[in-house]
């Protein structure tokens, strides 16, 4: 064998060297970045469910029984204070709900959306409320996604 026969053979193998490492590189970083992914995904997770308990806590501590009967009659039922209240409650979940669509929680998973929304459409005052939000929100959001589950759920719960 010559010596560049040699040399030629060395390199070959020192090139299958260096590319097993950077495959093997490549394969730990792909391991980290799915960890923390799911680092990631995990806190966005607990971070709405905390957001969620603190909506509905506030929304507790300012409501009254007096205020859930007058719910029941409708937006008009209640007084200026009593709608701000409700106001704040009901876009609180609608942009938490808007978010989390965004953002891939729940893998964007209706069933999920749909039980939140049916909860948030629970009294004649939140769909009255929801319906006048819908109406002014028209050409603000794009069509589809949460919206047009909000859509459909109040559909079904105003028939």
Excluded: C
Excluded at 34 to 40: L, P, R, Y
Excluded at 54 to 62: A, G, K, P, Q
Aim: proline share 1%.
């Amino acid at each position: 064998m010559a010596i560049i026969e040699i040399a030629q053979l060395i390199t070959a193998l020192a090139t299958l060297i260096v590319a097993s490492v950077l495959i093997w590189q490549m394969i730990i970083q792909k391991r980290t970045l799915d960890i923390a992914h799911n680092d990631a995904d995990s806190s966005m997770s607990l971070t709405a469910v905390e957001n969620k308990i603190n909506l509905n806590t506030w929304f507790s501590d300012n409501l009254n029984l007096d205020m859930i009967g007058k719910m029941d009659k409708g937006l008009d039922s209640l007084d200026a204070k009593e709608k701000d209240v409700l106001k704040s409650f009901v876009d609180g979940h609608i942009l938490l709900l808007i978010t989390e669509w965004r953002l891939g929680r729940m893998d964007q998973n209706p069933i999920y959306y749909r039980n939140q929304i049916h909860r948030l459409l629970e009294n004649t005052a939140m769909r009255e409320l929801v319906s006048e939000m819908r109406t002014n929100m028209r050409e603000t959001v794009t069509q589809g996604g949460v919206i047009a589950l909000i859509d459909e759920v109040y559909k079904e719960t105003t028939r």
